[in-house]
């Protein structure tokens, strides 16, 4: 029997239990049945979480564009595989069919191969959600180069940064890109980033916006002409299992983001199952997911998962709100989506706005809706129920990460019963457990904890590039011979899980993972500033918004605070880039902190969240008469 693709309830029970009853057997029917190899495995699963080094189907070869593009040729060639909605919507959409996209990719590889970038070599992308995007990836994916596609919002420093930390040696690019009633100047990040970059001997710019921008002599190069030029039959790389696919950062505790490494077999066989049954995907579906390609859940359910199933995939360059609020709903409507995979944060958005920009357009094409990236508030799922599902398109709260690769968490629509708020039941394959803080596991439901993997899967990361010591610390030190995620979870009487968001020094704000630290070093680098501590408080729409204390230097008593408030906001949008701003800013003479001298976060969190009632003991503070003045002047 095959557990692919699973349609009732008993059936996923089923599933589930033999999933954990014999892990390897499950995943072994799977990879067998639903790709193509050019080597069978030697063997499934080795590992060993006190390395922590896992392996899955070693021994094995592929590419995972064979899989996504070629093995469908021969049956869905003139299907569409892309469907590109462009930022305007007086734009004609394009369809790219699979012949048109595997076209597209072969003459990518064989540009990328004319620049002389081979097997393992980093190829860093920075290009807003056009079709290059995806197009690029898979070039990259078919020769066997590492792809690190770096979000098109971040600033010129962060992206030097993710450059330099996996030495990549090309940029792709383009000459803008469009978001909304704006145009964005990419090139010139670009080649900001590019000062502190000396690694970078090719830079290929895709032209979007026709602008008059500045080409770099012996570096920069139009991509067009070299598509033009090259073959369309680019072969592809035969891959080990465990080679890299891609590095994607994210953020952590320091300064440093984490270079997230995914694996190619694992990685293409669990985003591939997973988007099959959280999406109960069936071949004429036109699915939808509205991230960007430069997060995570684009890398798995825009391009990866969607492809290596022959789906239709949209891809759209445009913001919820432009040329109005009804945008999303003009392009359900548009093309008959069937899936819609967004953020709470997209849907509170939303839900502010008339009810008119929903219930003129007709959704009925919709049957399954997804949700991923934070906690979605109880009124944001209703909302989203109640006007977008019309109460009969089950919503997937899909919970997981960029270090997981694919969805965790999640109902299977149609299968799963839902309850708003719960990611409810792990996928098969998936063995979450609940830890307290003393290390032990806490068995039985109605319990909470903090959420943790004991069990290894597919599309785990399998290291921090560079930084395997870091990997350890960060993911499976916390709690023995267990992967911890960061968040907290509740199990209901039930079973369902509830993630209660991030217990670690990461903020989620509007879906984005911010790390605290990075924001402080950057703070810390205005001249006035002595030091500054980041809390998260509850934002409407953002879910969470960033609160400030910062305390100055005798030099930069007596400046005017607004200004210093824009200034750090400033410097905060050039390090990181605009999403990391500080919804408020506190000035203080001092923060308060441990007799170590830690900054107690906990404290300075209540006072952000107006609930200074439950400060708890201040007693052990170093300087407790610093907390009084900062409520006394909390915003
Ligand atoms: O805190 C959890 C939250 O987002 C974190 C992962 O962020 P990132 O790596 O950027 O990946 C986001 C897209 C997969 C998690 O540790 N998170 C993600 N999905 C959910 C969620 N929190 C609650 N419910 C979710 N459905």
């Known amino acids: 029997m095959s557990n692919y693709h699973i349609k009732h309830l008993e059936e996923y029970f089923k599933v589930y239990r033999k999933s954990v009853r014999e892990p390897e057997v499950f995943w072994e029917e799977i990879a067998e049945e639903h790709f193509i190899w050019r080597k069978r495995w030697d063997n499934v699963l080795s590992w060993d979480f006190s390395k922590p080094e896992v392996k899955w189907f070693e021994g094995a070869k592929l590419n995972i564009t064979e899989n996504c593009i070629d093995r469908h040729l021969r049956t869905k060639g003139d299907k569409t595989a892309i469907l590109f909605e462009p930022n305007d919507p007086n734009e004609e959409a394009q369809h790219i069919s699979y012949n048109e996209l595997s076209e597209r990719v072969n003459r990518f590889a064989n540009v990328l191969k004319s620049k002389g970038v081979q097997k393992g070599d980093r190829v860093c992308i920075y290009l807003p959600m056009i079709p290059e995007l995806a197009v690029s990836v898979l070039a990259c994916a078919r020769i066997g180069a590492v792809h690190s596609v770096v979000f098109a919002g971040f600033s010129a420093t962060a992206l030097a940064t993710r450059i330099n930390d996996s030495d990549c040696k090309m940029v792709i690019t383009s000459d803008g890109s469009y978001r909304g009633a704006k145009t964005i100047d990419l090139k010139s990040i670009v080649d900001e980033a590019l000062e502190d970059c000396s690694g970078v001997n090719t830079v290929l710019v895709a032209k979007r916006i026709n602008s008059d921008i500045n080409m770099v002599d012996n570096r920069d190069e139009w991509l067009q002409p070299l598509l033009d030029a090259a073959s369309d039959d680019c072969p592809v790389e035969v891959m080990d299992a465990e080679d890299p696919l891609f590095i994607l950062y994210t953020s952590g505790s320091t300064g440093m983001p984490k270079g997230m490494v995914h694996s190619t077999a694992g990685y293409m066989v669990q985003t591939a199952y997973s988007f099959k049954n959280v999406f109960q995907y069936r071949n004429d ?345 900062i409520m006394d002047n909390a915003l």
């Open 285 to 629: 579906d036109i699915y939808w997911c509205t991230a960007d390609i430069g997060w995570i859940t684009g890398h798995s359910y825009i391009v990866y998962g969607p492809l290596s199933n022959g789906a239709t995939t949209v891809m759209f360059e445009g913001v919820p709100s432009y040329p109005d609020f009804g945008r999303f709903w003009e392009v359900v409507e548009k093309h008959k989506v069937t899936q819609f995979y967004t953020a709470p944060t997209a849907i509170r958005a939303l839900a502010k706005e008339n009810l008119e920009f929903v219930d003129k357009y007709d959704l009925s094409s919709l049957k399954v809706l997804g949700s991923v990236g934070e906690p979605i508030n109880e009124e944001a799922w209703h909302w989203y129920n109640d006007n977008v599902g019309k109460k009969k398109s089950p919503i997937a709260d899909t919970w997981w990460q960029t270090e997981t690769g694919s969805i965790m968490i999640a109902p299977l629509p149609y299968v799963t019963p839902t309850i708003p708020t719960y990611a409810s039941l792990p996928l098969p394959g998936i063995q979450p457990v609940l830890m307290d803080e003393n290390g032990k596991e806490i068995s039985g439901n109605q319990v909470d904890g903090r959420l943790c993997i004991k069990y290894p899967w597919p599309s785990m990361a399998r290291t921090i590039w560079g930084n395997h010591q870091r990997y350890k610390e960060t993911y499976f030190s916390a709690f023995e011979g267990k992967y911890f995620t960061g968040d907290g979870a509740l199990r209901d009487a039930v079973g369902y899980y509830r993630i209660t968001g991030r217990v670690d020094d990461v903020i989620i704000v509007s879906g984005h993972n911010l790390g605290t630290a990075p924001i402080e070093d950057a703070i810390n680098e205005h001249p006035a500033v002595a030091e500054s501590a980041i809390v998260g408080f509850p934002h409407d729409i953002k879910g969470n918004a960033l609160y400030g204390y910062i305390t100055l230097k005798e030099t930069g008593e007596g400046r005017d605070h607004d200004n210093l408030r824009k200034e750090i906001n400033q410097i905060i949008t050039e390090h990181i880039g605009p999403i990391a701003k500080l919804d408020k800013i506190q000035f203080t003479h001092g923060l308060p902190k441990t007799r170590s001298g830690k900054i107690m976060r906990r404290i300075l969190r209540k006072i952000a969240c107006n609930e200074t009632s439950s400060l708890g003991d201040t007693s052990t503070l170093l300087n407790p008469e610093v907390v009084q003045a």
